[in-house]
């Protein structure tokens, strides 16, 4: 009965063999989470350089309503930071 469960054990060709393979299986799974990152930001790059391209000749069409809209958006933050700060004081 002893000897049966001696039999059983793995040698240490079958654990360092497992250890490789484990550790194959982790390497890939980092590449591939790395390889992801990587094309998430190649893609969030392209996005916000065609929202600029976007902004620019929006800019260039309409440059008076541009105006107008930067001046109104200037009095709104500039109306919340007066009025948080004189809520503080």
Do not use: C
């Not at 497992?18 to 392209?46: L, P």
């Amino acid at each position: 009965m002893a000897n049966a469960a001696l039999e059983n054990q793995p040698t240490v060709d079958d654990i360092y063999r497992e250890v490789n393979r484990i550790k194959s299986i982790v390497t890939d799974a980092v590449d591939d989470g790395v390889q992801s990152a990587i094309r998430a930001m190649k893609q969030g790059r392209d996005a916000a350089e065609d929202v600029v391209h976007d902004a620019r000749h929006a800019i260039r069409r309409n440059p008076f309503q541009s105006a107008g809209v930067i001046l109104a958006a200037g009095v709104v933050i500039g109306s919340l930071v007066t009025l948080f700060t004189v809520r503080r004081s």
